[in-house]
């Protein structure tokens, strides 16, 4: 079975610049998160769907991140216009049980991200 | 709120052991272990749910106090292959079942 796989895993962009970040969670998980490490520090949250609908969108930085997930498979998550302070890891995980508290997460490989 | 891991890095020789604190100032629902090598995706260890919980497999095992508000990792006889960055992710009673707060991680290197 694969696992959550995550597109591209290294982008390099000019501030400014629009990227496109996508992952693919494991088949049938409801839950997807997108959570960012930026270098030196700790995995911080970004945000939760279930299915479709956006759960928990606390974590988004700015109005300059958008996320979606159509059809409740894959997600994007778009940076326009991409800030020097937005490098960092993007990592994207999984669970199956939209309901259910405790369940593992699988995580992506993560997306590495420069703004340069 | 963030939970606070200690230590920040720890280096070892292969078969010493290490101890990887996480410390929250409020009692959790729940304490989840990951393990990170570099350019790879964070894999799973284990979830403690109770207050006084041990649980471990292999030669990695993991505690969580009454209170709930402290977890540890353990490492016995460690191995090369247990290099790489651990981070603590919590689940507080306001969030369960929602995301993962992660602490700073813990980078281990395992030496020959």
């Known amino acids: 079975e694969a696992g959550v796989t995550q597109f591209p895993s290294h982008s390099v962009i000019e501030k400014g610049q629009t990227v496109t970040l996508r992952c693919d969670p494991i088949?049938?998980?409801?839950?997807l998160y997108w959570y960012r490490r930026v270098m030196g520090k700790e995995i911080k949250f970004l945000l939760h769907?279930?299915?479709?609908?956006?759960?928990?969108e606390s974590g988004m930085p700015n109005n300059r991140f958008l996320a979606e997930r159509t059809g409740g498979t894959y997600s994007t998550l778009k940076v326009q216009p991409a800030e020097l302070e937005d490098s960092g890891v993007y990592f994207c995980?999984?669970?199956?049980?939209?309901?259910?508290?405790?369940?593992?997460?699988?995580f992506g490989q993560g997306t590495r991200l420069t703004v340069v | 709120q963030q939970p606070v891991q200690s230590p920040q890095a720890v280096i070892l020789r292969e078969g010493e052991d290490a101890v990887i604190n996480c410390s929250s100032s409020k009692a959790l629902y729940s304490v989840h272990w990951y393990r990170q090598k570099h350019g790879e995706a964070p894999i799973f260890l284990m979830i403690?749910?109770?207050?006084?919980e041990q649980k471990g497999h292999d030669k990695i095992s993991a505690s969580f106090n009454e209170k709930k508000q402290q977890s540890s990792l353990y490492l016995t006889a460690s191995q090369l292959s247990y290099s790489g960055t651990y981070f603590c992710g919590t689940e507080d009673r306001d969030n369960a079942g929602n995301m993962l707060t992660f602490g700073g991680g813990t980078r281990l290197m395992v030496k020959p």
């Open positions: 088949s049938g998980h409801d839950n």
């Open positions: 403690l749910l109770k207050g006084g």
């Open positions: 995980a999984s669970s199956q049980d939209g309901q259910a508290p405790n369940t593992e997460a699988f």
């Open positions: 769907f279930v299915k479709e609908s956006k759960q928990d």
